[in-house]
């Protein structure tokens, strides 16, 4: 070797020694390093089979070896924040991020460290700057978008909820719920506003009006509002057939020995009851108060049937309805909620002559509970609603007003009404399955009317691969034990006795529609209801097919 090849390797060699000693790496210090990237290695082979400890335990040897190992630093810290120790999983994060701050995983996942933690000071701006060059990191955007709404941030905090992208069921409901709460709205999807809000509606009291009322509640409780919208509005205009509007009794065979009842029952069940109609309503919501977790709401709404048979025009039915609805909505535990307090005031006329008013106070809160997967199946949501409802009730055409004979009938009255409704909620909620129970309790101005009740509600609703459209099944069966016996001498039993009514009322209830554009939808139901009777005035039977298209703003 010449001298100047001689001069030139010694001087690339003490290059290379003031290199390494100036970054604190020996010869030795660099073999240790190659057995520290092994080691780390083999923990992230384990940390990806969720042998956590096994990982944690070749982590800790290669951290003996390289006290500042990057990536075992790092992968300290996945595996605490794997195992819920997130305040175990700072210290490391937080070294390899000293080490190198600029790496976005780095950040994330300190973030999520912080957060997890409760130090959402401190995790703010790491996770905004991994959200800003990566919004499709797993969680992240749920993790901006609450930190977002923290500091009401509102529409910010909408936009980095609906770029969230997730495997965890959990996660997803909570996205879903602050954003809905960013919104000013219960963060559920659409179908699950729906069992919320169906389960608040006044239950009608009278068989006549029963049918028409269910069709209008049904119609409300299907809208599709836009959550962002103070201002909500929905018309709905369309024609049903009506096979029974007089509610006449059903032909039963009866040999009622008291001659006077016998005929009335009988001259009832030859009246003309069938007819096609238009019906039409409308409802308002304006969100006048929304302030973080609080919202209120006034609503109002408008129904009207028209029977085309001019016989059976005194059955047409309009109905005005006012309200006020307040809600809370948080977090208890991971568990969001709803509180509700609504109260509504309704008056309903027949063949445009005052009818029926009522008062209506409900309670409510809902919960979304923890999810669960199925074989099959997968995951399956829990949405809970317990109810509690107090109504007043005047009607002002009772003949017992100004007949004596006929006081007992008299039906002003009060009702409490205990229960809840539960649905599982599967396949992102294309899926919905419900069940509930209610007790109810009636107390009115007449013996005869005053009851308690039963009422055990389930149903579904699927949404169907061809055109967007939705297919609804209700069904309700309401046992009604009432508490005295009747008080009229034509209201017998079959017998010819005046004995207490126990009436089995079911009714079924089958939805069709189909989203069209321009906020258009069109919805075909069917109505079958049986009330079974001891007593042969209260036996009925009535089907309604009807045909709507509805309007939303």
Request: charged share 20%; hydrophobic share 35%.
């Amino acid at each position: 070797m010449t001298p100047f090849f001689t001069r030139l390797h010694r001087f690339a060699v003490c290059l290379l020694l003031v290199f390494a000693l100036s970054n604190g790496h020996t010869p030795m210090s660099y073999a240790q390093r190659a057995d520290a990237n092994v080691l780390a290695a083999n923990a992230a082979i384990a940390y990806d089979d969720k042998r956590y400890d096994e990982a944690l335990e070749l982590l800790k040897k290669a951290l003996a070896l390289d006290p500042k190992h990057e990536r075992s630093l790092f992968y300290t810290g996945l595996v605490y924040l794997a195992q819920n120790k997130p305040s175990e999983a700072i210290p490391p994060l937080e070294t390899v991020h000293d080490l190198q701050p600029t790496d976005l995983n780095v950040q994330h996942h300190l973030g999520v460290a912080y957060f997890s933690d409760g130090e959402y000071d401190k995790a703010a701006p790491l996770l905004e700057a991994a959200f800003a060059q990566n919004p499709s990191a797993e969680n992240l955007g749920y993790y901006v978008g609450f930190l977002r709404y923290r500091d009401k941030q509102y529409a910010k905090s909408v936009e980095a909820f609906e770029k969230n992208e997730t495997t965890d069921p959990n996660t997803q409901q909570l996205n879903g719920f602050y954003r809905g709460l960013a919104l000013g709205v219960l963060g559920l999807p659409s179908e699950a506003l729906t069992e919320l809000e169906e389960v608040q509606r006044t239950q009608t009291v009278s068989p006549l009006t029963q049918s028409s009322v269910r069709i209008r509640e049904a119609l409300s409780s299907g809208q599709i509002f836009g959550n962002q919208k103070r201002f909500r509005l929905q018309i709905n205009v369309g024609g049903f057939y009506d096979d029974n509007v007089a509610i006449n009794p059903d032909p039963l065979q009866t040999n009622n020995p008291v001659p006077a009842a016998q005929n009335l029952i009988t001259t009832l069940r030859n009246r003309q009851t069938q007819s096609p109609g238009f019906l039409a309503s409308l409802r308002a919501d304006y969100s006048f108060l929304r302030h973080g977790p609080f919202e209120a709401t006034a609503t109002y709404s408008f129904f009207q049937t028209v029977y085309t048979e001019n016989y059976l025009g005194n059955f047409n039915i309009q109905d005005h309805q006012v309200g006020l609805s307040g809600f809370y909505r948080g977090v208890l535990a991971d568990i969001p909620f709803q509180l509700g307090l609504q109260y509504t005031y309704d008056y309903l006329f027949l063949d445009m002559n005052g009818f029926l008013s009522r008062h209506t106070p409900t309670l409510t809160s809902t919960f979304v509970g923890p999810t669960f997967q199925l074989p099959y199946v997968g995951v399956v949501g829990n949405l809970t609603t317990l109810l509690y409802r107090y109504q007043v009730q005047t009607f002002f055409r009772e003949v017992g007003n100004n007949d004596a004979r006929f006081a007992g009938d008299l039906r002003d009255g009060f009702n409490n009404t205990l229960g809840f409704v539960h649905a599982f909620r599967m396949a992102n909620d294309k899926l919905l399955l419900r069940l509930g129970y209610q007790y109810d309790n009636e107390s009115t101005d007449g013996a005869a009317f005053s009851y308690r009740g039963n009422r055990f509600l389930t149903g579904g609703q699927v949404q169907l691969p061809w055109g967007k459209m939705t297919l609804r099944y209700d069904y309700d069966i309401h046992w009604r034990d009432y508490k005295n016996n009747q008080t009229t001498a034509l209201f017998t039993d079959r017998e010819g006795n005046l004995s207490k009514r126990d009436d089995i009322q079911q009714t079924h209830l089958v939805q069709i529609t189909k989203p069209l554009p321009n906020n258009f939808a069109l919805t075909a139901q069917y109505q079958g209801i049986r009330s079974q009777s001891d007593i042969p005035l209260y036996d009925y039977s009535k089907n309604v097919w009807t045909l709507i298209v509805t309007w939303t703003y």
